[in-house]
């Protein structure tokens, strides 16, 4: 195999497995904590670790090599999986969804800041497929394993946990070696300028300033909005389930999971395009599209319109993936072809903080806005949205 055969597999394999559990854990927030607890305490105990840590990596992640770093990402991951599926209490299953999130916001900080070792277009490209295939495969695997086969939520988080042991085979046997003669050939633009950890403070934020306005808001804006649509809005996009076919709706619960499909389907199909030769590089506009469907979204919520059938709601959310996957790909893609080659591996992982610092704050929103919707919709005479069967 060529060797840019295999550093594509490799960060393709890398973006599957680092977003897979991510995906199944959210697909799985109405089984994990009840119809009757917001989602948006899933969502933010899947994302708030990850956050934190990106936010405080720029300081001390060259510190710790890559090597090392995969084994912490592979050992929290299966253990917060393990908690997960094995342990019934909620705050025990919260705890375990933390030490996952932990995890994930390890690895895309890590696999994206690896891109800089490798040809960007198929590292890059390579890994954006592959949390593209993350959440097709893995809402589908849910859907498919808990919808229609009737598996116990139980048993189907156990049999996703052992999927991180991929990391290891991938990075050992698939990927080529790195160029070690420019391993950390920017390093000296992380260390200290003195001994006062203030002055590297602000240093780190004046290089962190210049990749605001181009890359990090217009990113943020866009998961801020797709994941109120998300977690928040989609649980309370219900429909009457005799109009619905009940080999894929068996339950008002089973919408939810369908919703998570398609939108990871639109995602993978947009976050795979930059492998096509596609790129969309107006960034904003994409956070413009994005918020206008937050709109159309509550509404339909609030007064069961413009959507008098679900198949019309269907292509929305599909079309929301597609947005979401186009500013993710397209973001990361710019920051490596517009940064200097001893900024790119740093610029990468800071950008990386912005999607974590959206979710964070589509979480906080979502903890009051789902209740709301449904409060709305139970004085219109509509309570699906209390119920699970």
């Not at 992640?61 to 342990?87: A, C, D, E, N, Q």
């Not at 709706?249 to 993978?268: A, C, T, W």
């Not at 976050?271 to 590089?281: L, P, Q």
């Not at 709305?376 to 309570?383: C, E, K, P, V």
Request: proline residues 4%; hydrophobic residues 50%.
């Amino acid at each position: 195999m060529k060797d840019s055969h295999r550093i594509f597999t490799s960060f393709l394999g890398f973006g599957l497995l680092n977003n897979i559990l991510y995906v199944v854990i959210l697909s799985a927030a109405v089984d994990l904590v009840g119809s009757q607890t917001p989602k948006a305490v899933v969502l933010l105990s899947d994302i708030l670790p990850a956050f934190l840590l990106k936010l405080a990596a720029p300081f001390f992640i060259h510190l710790i090599p890559y090597k090392t770093r995969l084994w912490l990402l592979v050992g929290l991951s299966m253990t917060g999986m393990f908690i997960i599926s094995l342990v019934d209490h909620i705050k025990f299953k919260i705890f375990g969804i933390c030490m996952a999130s932990l995890s994930s916001g390890l690895g895309e900080l890590t696999f994206l800041q690896l891109t800089h070792y490798y040809d960007e277009l198929h590292s890059i490209g390579g890994f954006s497929s592959g949390t593209g295939v993350a959440g097709l495969g893995g809402s589908f695997l849910f859907m498919l394993l808990t919808n229609i086969m009737g598996v116990s939520i139980s048993w189907t988080l156990l049999l996703f946990s052992v999927l991180p042991l991929g990391f290891i085979i991938l990075y050992y046997l698939l990927l080529p070696p790195m160029a070690e003669e420019i391993r950390y050939e920017a390093l000296d633009d992380y260390e200290l300028t003195s001994h006062s950890f203030k002055n590297h403070f602000f240093t780190i934020l004046d290089q962190i300033r210049p990749l605001l306005r181009p890359y990090m808001i217009p990113l943020c804006t866009v998961y801020i909005s797709e994941y109120v649509i998300n977690q928040g809005v989609s649980p309370t996009l219900l429909f009457p389930l005799e109009e619905l076919p009940r080999w894929l709706f068996k339950s008002f619960r089973d919408i939810y999971v369908v919703y998570g499909f398609l939108y990871q389907l639109g995602v993978f199909i947009s976050r795979s395009s930059i492998n096509f030769g596609f790129r969309f590089k107006n960034l904003y506009l994409l956070s413009i599209l994005q918020f206008i469907n937050v709109l159309i979204t509550i509404t339909q919520s609030v007064y069961f319109w413009p959507f008098p059938k679900i198949w019309f709601l269907l292509v929305l959310i599909l079309y929301e993936g597609l947005l979401g996957g186009l500013s993710y790909v397209n973001t990361f893609y710019s920051v490596s072809e517009e940064s200097s080659k001893n900024k790119r591996e740093f610029n990468m992982g800071c950008v990386g903080m912005s999607d974590s610092l959206g979710i964070v704050i589509a979480g906080l929103i979502n903890y009051n806005l789902e209740r709301s919707l449904c409060n709305a919709q139970i004085s219109r005479g509509r309570d699906w949205c209390q119920r699970t069967k």
